[in-house]
Structures are given as C-alpha cells and as structure tokens.
C-alpha cells in the first residue's frame, strides 16, 4: 500500500509538473498574446477616435479656407489690381444703362504735370493716371469722370447701383443742373475708386 501511496504522490507531482509547465510554457503566452492583443485593440480604437477627430477637424479647416477664399475674392472685388481698371469704366457703363440714364462721357481723370514730375508719380505709382491715397493708406486713387442725363428717379437707382457696387468707390463732387423742358437733368459725377498696388 506504501507503494500504491508513493506511486500515487509520484503521478500526483509528475501531473503537477506537467500542468505547471504547460501553464508557464503554453498558456501563459497565450494568456500574453491575448492581453497584448486586447492592448493594441485599445490603441487601435484610440487611434480610430483620433483620426475621426482629425476628420472632423480638418473638415472645419475646408470650410473656413472656402470662407476665407469667399472674403479674399470679395476683397480682390473691392479693392482690385490694375488690370481690373477697364472693369470699372465697364461697370460703370452698366449701371448706367440699368438705371436707363444716358451717359454722355466717362473719363479717367489725372492729375495735370510737368514731364519731371510726371516721371516722379509714373516711378512711385506702378498705375497710370492714379495717386497714392491719403484714406487708404497703401492703395492708389483712380479718379474718374462721369455726365450723364437723366431724370431724378433714374439718378436715384443709379446712385443705388454704385452704393452696392462690389468695388469701393467714393462719390467725391456732385453737380446737378436742371433742364426743365423735358424734366430731365445734367448731372457731374466725381468718383474715386481704389487699386491695390
């Protein structure tokens, strides 16, 4: 019986050998591997928020640079370079015809010089016929010159158009003369109208 004893306590610790190894040489890592997997799960869905986060964030980057864009152009619109000069007298042309007034000139105005002095504003100013503003620091002035007839109504939707005009232009000098035969009136214009250098 002593030997069905000790032979039982033989397998007993042989049995708990066996399992002991396969704990610490076959479950265990898996035991590790499990545990590291659900650790990098973790990281995995930490970096999946992350990136939705940056998803969203970027998308309100897009929206304000399109806002952003939208303000520049309607700054460039306002404030335009030279090659837009042409636009002006263009818009302008328009308007008149919109509001039904008949124009009768439009013109550029400039300032009356010498030849030096001419040279002198032509190497200060990269515009023709413009000058460096006194209202809008680093902007140039062009000057223009407008008459047209038309009634009092029709001078009022004009007025209107060059209040919502896209460009900034200042009404400098106003002279209105009345024709009283046909209801009508001669009207002189000064506008200033401002150009990015």
Known sequence: ??????????????????????????????????????????????????????????????????????????????????????????????????????LETIQLVGEETDEKEKEKEEEKSPFTQTTESENLPGAYELSVQIKLTTDYYKFLGLLEFLENLSRYVDVTSLNIKANESDNTMQVSLSLVSYIKP
């Open 1 to 102: 019986m002593k030997n069905k004893l000790s032979s039982l306590y033989i397998i007993i610790i042989i049995t708990s050998i066996i399992i002991l190894g396969l704990a610490v040489f076959v479950i265990r890592p898996k035991v590790n591997n499990l545990i590291s997997s659900y650790k990098q799960k973790q990281e995995k869905e930490t970096e999946l928020i992350q990136a939705k986060q940056k998803e969203k964030d970027l998308e309100k980057l897009e929206d304000e640079y399109k806002d952003i864009e939208d303000q520049l152009s309607k700054a460039y619109q306002a404030l335009p370079s030279e090659k837009e000069v042409s636009d002006l007298i263009i818009q302008i042309e328009a308007l008149a015809k919109e509001s039904g007034s008949i």
